[in-house]
């Protein structure tokens, strides 16, 4: 069966983009020569996740540290962010973290 890739983000490593794509409880990592991890599921990558963060991700994003990748997933108006091996923040409103939102998630513009 087709599915639709739900969130799409890269991230330059070793000189070239590698990106990672979401779908329903999917991810697959590829480059422009192929994929380099997955597909597999969410829930056995990254089985510390809340359950709710283990499929139809709305949207995501990479940044490569020292330590590894640090995603941030987004589900609703919750987001979450881990490395390959823990949480390092959240899951939280994504107005605890950036209240200037709140307004705008409301519809309302000054």
């Given at each position: 069966?087709?599915?639709?890739?739900?969130?799409?983000?890269?991230?330059?490593?070793?000189?070239?983009?590698?990106?990672?794509?979401?779908?329903?409880?999917?991810y697959v990592v590829?480059?422009?020569?192929?994929?380099?991890?997955?597909?597999?599921?969410?829930?056995r990558k990254w089985?510390?996740?809340?359950?709710?963060?283990?499929?139809?991700?709305?949207?995501?994003?990479?940044?490569?540290?020292?330590?590894?990748?640090?995603?941030?997933?987004?589900?609703?108006?919750?987001?979450?962010?881990?490395?390959?091996k823990k949480i390092?923040?959240?899951?939280?409103?994504?107005?605890?973290?950036?209240?200037?939102?709140?307004?705008?998630?409301?519809?309302?513009?000054?």
């Amino acid at each position: 069966m087709a599915r639709n890739i739900q969130a799409l983000t890269a991230v330059m490593e070793d000189g070239r983009w590698k990106h990672l794509a979401l779908a329903g409880d999917e991810y697959v990592v590829f480059t422009d020569e192929g994929i380099k991890d997955g597909p597999g599921s969410i829930a056995r990558k990254w089985s510390f996740l809340p359950n709710r963060f283990q499929s139809n991700i709305d949207a995501a994003a990479v940044v490569g540290q020292d330590d590894g990748w640090h995603y941030t997933f987004i589900k609703g108006n919750e987001r979450v962010v881990f490395t390959d091996k823990k949480i390092l923040d959240g899951p939280s409103s994504v107005t605890d973290k950036w209240p200037f939102l709140k307004d705008f998630l409301q519809g309302v513009y000054a």
